[in-house]
């Protein structure tokens, strides 16, 4: 009976707090600040608060993580505005044009609209406890201040963006840290281990992702997000422990797109946060650092899409632990850090209640003009191709970014050329898409699309090149009129393959040739691929082209191959002989049987976190094929007998040149494997016995003068070394597309170059992507980066033994958005070796 009572009183007690608003601290049971909160506590905390104020907070799960973590968004307003949540929504996208009402709405009246984005760099902990405290001094009954302002202002607030990240690096610090924090910045709290918690489960950065959309977070957020379109955006980050704090206004360069207004309610809320610091003696920095070009950051893409994006730098991160010592001397603590943004938080809230009716004037006008294309030269933009899968990969990023397209209904039009930069009467290939700039994501569109952006400052937090067209590898034109468009369609209708007793014929031109590949293979189906172009039955088939006999398959091969080509869009011919009507036979030598790659990556410490993150992410979550990761630092002990692919990703690697590493990797090669080597990896290599060598900068020049050029001020030594810098542009690749490596390829392509390396022509191998003189395309390189950056390899292949080394100078996976090298890496896996 005793225990009935007692139990009793602890669900009563349960059911009366669970109804009864408490601060985080009530909550938790310790002030925010002096200890990491987990995940999970921050979602209980932010769910009592939506029981304890049903009237004011609504919680809504939006997706999961890969490791299937929640992930939340909170409506905070007031009650009479919250009843009205739905109507607010949708009048504010009728604002923009994308609501199905398509009646004009007026402004007045509608709430503004502010998203608070917190931690999306997990280890960059503070700003998810300052989202506890944001979102009670919201609620707080008491709080005379915010009840006044969500009078005319929604808040949402997503408390943490990358569970996965944060849980990972908090975990670890509960674990390492003593009774007592420890300040001493050389203690082992303040070095959290490989990969550290900054990105997400696959060591994604999830702050360049916004309009890529390659991770699952970033896929689950940018839906909702699309169906709110805020009128501010604050993206809580940290940075070096010895920074104060930093908000806007942004440093230049600004890109041409952002608007006056943007630019002046950035001043606004910078002037409002310096008021609060300046009252606390905290310190500042504006205008600094963090531009607003690149656009998959948490500022950039709300910028491009109408609100007034910003990012809030809080001095910390990972270094940063529950307390450390600066370089000032001073002792920098948690609480500290979650106060400032704490502080900024509401600083925002409240300069959007102030400014409201402005808020949403301008954002409806900011819509207007996008929908009749103002200050947009161009007024079409035109991809086209004869690769189906690249315009329907195109066609899909457009579609989940809410960016509207058809195709060209009139095949006679004039434009810029982006691959000769002249006007042209345009070309279209088989397969196209038109993106007209009179619409509501017509800015968006623009900055995505536009063959260059126009650079006012090359100093630069990013990339300054990202062209669609040339990520994707697809012909272009810019065009000054409007073109007349037709709806757009699949690329392909496919069809499943007719039977045959014979074999079937699979196109190799695409990623998704390698989805069907790697499927087959992983099923045990044998494949065979044809080194050089054959035609059948009067359709030509190019080199690379995939191979599968019903002979020695299982007696279900059509069915599966209709699964896959259903699955993958990929078009799969039936054949009923061996015989060509041009070309190989297929008991020819130039038919080769596939063998099934067995693939190991070296990971962990010494390698790059994102480097590995995207050959992990590829294999798993696109490719779905098997990988074995291990520790670079278990090399020398780890038996590489059962594998026959090595990948040794882009690092800062310490024994990849000592004796008893290179004799180990020389014997798996010279035995039958590939050893890929990417970006640094390259670099390392090309120092020993590789058959590459790193091709040295040679000045001719001879200055007879004295050389002035040594004298330099010191207030300007971060632009002097522009001539030295290249954050990433793009660069033309002349290709090899006779060699495996570059099979599904033209003899063009398109890398992202972010360093000056080249390496001089493979004497001994195969010099498959080469970079010639004024090979440049888009982007800022330094005069002196551009002089070196010609006459030289990027991609290559040294047959070794029965093996190959496969050196990838650039990365072909460039934060996956880089559509154009997946299947580069592809072969070099599949392809090349066998």
Request: aromatic share 12%; net charge neutral.
């Amino acid at each position: 009976m005793k225990n009935l009572l007692a139990f009793v009183f602890t669900v009563l007690s349960f059911c009366s707090n669970s109804q009864t608003l408490q601060s985080p601290e009530q909550f938790l049971g310790y002030k925010i600040g002096t200890r990491y909160t987990p995940h999970y506590k921050i979602i209980n905390y932010v769910r009592s608060v939506a029981q304890a104020k049903p009237d004011m907070v609504k919680i809504e799960k939006y997706g999961e993580t890969y490791e299937g973590r929640e992930l939340l968004v909170l409506y905070i307003a007031n009650p009479d505005n919250f009843k009205n949540l739905e109507t607010i929504r949708q009048k504010n996208l009728a604002f923009a044009g994308m609501s199905s009402n398509k009646t004009a709405a007026a402004t007045t009246g509608n709430p503004a609209i502010v998203w608070l984005s917190y931690n999306v760099h997990g280890n960059e902990t503070s700003s998810s406890e300052a989202a506890m405290l944001t979102l009670f001094s919201l609620v707080d009954p008491t709080n005379t201040s915010t009840k006044e302002w969500l009078k005319n202002t929604v808040v949402i607030i997503d408390p943490c963006i990358n569970p996965d990240g944060r849980d990972r690096y908090v975990n670890w610090f509960n674990s390492v840290v003593g009774q007592n924090y420890n300040t001493d910045p050389q203690s082992r709290e303040h070095f959290e281990p490989w990969p550290g918690g900054r990105t997400n489960h696959y060591n994604f950065d999830l702050n360049r992702d916004w309009a890529w959309q390659t991770q699952k977070e970033s896929q689950h957020r940018l839906a909702k997000y699309n169906q709110w379109l805020p009128q501010i955006h604050v993206d809580f980050h940290e940075q070096s422990v010895n920074q104060p704090y930093y908000f806007a206004p942004a440093a230049e360069p600004f890109h041409e797109v952002i608007t006056p207004w943007q630019r002046e309610f950035q001043n606004t809320i910078g002037r409002n946060n310096a008021k609060y610091f300046d009252q606390n003696g905290w310190l500042y920095f504006t205008k600094q650092l963090f531009d607003l070009l690149y656009p998959a950051y948490g500022d950039t893409y709300p910028l491009y899409n109408g609100a007034i994006g910003m990012t809030f730098e809080q001095g910390g991160g990972p270094h940063g632990g529950l307390g450390t010592t600066t370089n000032s001397g001073e002792v920098l603590t948690l609480v500290d850090r979650v106060n400032h943004h704490h502080t900024t938080g509401l600083s925002t809230v409240e300069m959007a209640s102030q400014n409201a009716q402005k808020l949403v004037t301008e954002f409806k006008k900011f819509f207007d003009d996008s929908k009749v294309g103002k200050g947009n030269p161009v007024k079409t933009y035109v991809l086209t191709s004869d690769n189906a899968a690249k315009i329907s990969s195109i066609a899909q990023l457009l579609r989940v970014n809410g960016v509207e397209f058809g195709t060209v209904a009139n095949k006679a039009f004039r434009g810029l050329n982006y691959i000769s930069g002249k006007q042209e009467n345009g070309n279209l290939k088989k397969y196209n898409l038109a993106v007209s700039t009179s619409q509501p994501k017509s800015v968006l569109a623009r900055v995505l699309l536009e063959q260059k952006s126009k650079l006012v400052d090359s100093v630069t937090y990013d990339i300054t090149a990202w062209s669609l067209p040339f990520a994707y590898n697809v012909d272009a034109y810019a065009v000054s009129d409007a073109i007349s468009m037709a709806p757009y369609q699949p690329a392909v209708t496919i069809k499943p393959p007719s039977s045959s007793t014979y074999g079937y014929l699979i196109p190799y031109n695409s990623i998704n040739s390698v989805k069907v590949l790697s499927q087959l293979l992983k099923q045990g189906i044998k494949v065979r691929f044809s080194e050089r172009p054959f035609s059948y039955n009067q359709k030509q088939y190019d080199r690379g082209t995939l191979i599968v006999l019903q002979k020695a398959n299982p007696a279900n091969l059509q069915t599966v191959l209709s699964d896959l080509s259903t699955k993958n869009e990929v078009e799969i011919d039936a054949v009923s002989s061996g015989f060509m009507d041009k070309g190989p036979d297929f008991g020819s030598s130039d038919v080769r049987p596939m063998r099934v790659p067995k693939v190991v990556m070296l990971t962990g410490e010494q390698t790059s976190s994102l480097a590995a993150g995207e050959v992990w992410h590829l294999f798993e979550q696109q490719l779905d094929y098997p990988i074995t990761l291990i520790n670079a630092g278990d090399l020398a002990r780890t038996s590489l007998k059962n594998y026959n692919v090595l990948v040794v990703p882009d690092g800062a690697y310490r024994n990849l040149t000592d004796k008893n590493i290179t004799d180990k990797l020389k014997e798996f090669v010279t035995g039958g494997g590939t050893l890929i080597a990417m970006e640094t990896a390259v670099q390392k290599l090309s120092s020993g016995d590789w058959g590459i060598k790193m091709k040295e900068d040679k000045d001719d020049k001879k200055e007879e003068k004295p050389d002035y050029s040594a004298l330099k001020r010191y207030e300007n030594r971060e632009r002097d070394e522009l001539k030295n810098s290249i954050p990433g542009a793009i660069y033309q690749v002349q290709l090899d597309n006779s060699h495996p490596l570059a099979f599904g390829y033209s003899d063009t392509y398109y890398t992202l170059k972010q360093d000056t390396n080249v390496y001089e022509f493979l004497k001994e191998g195969w010099n498959v992507g080469i970079i010639k003189k004024d090979n440049y395309v888009s982007g800022f390189a330094g005069t002196r980066v551009k002089s070196q950056l010609k006459d030289g390899l990027l991609f290559g292949v040294v047959p070794m033994g029965t093996g190959s080394v496969v050196f990838l100078a650039e990365d072909p996976l460039f934060r996956l958005f880089w559509e154009s090298g997946k299947m580069l890496f592809s072969n070099a896996v599949f392809l090349v070796g066998n």
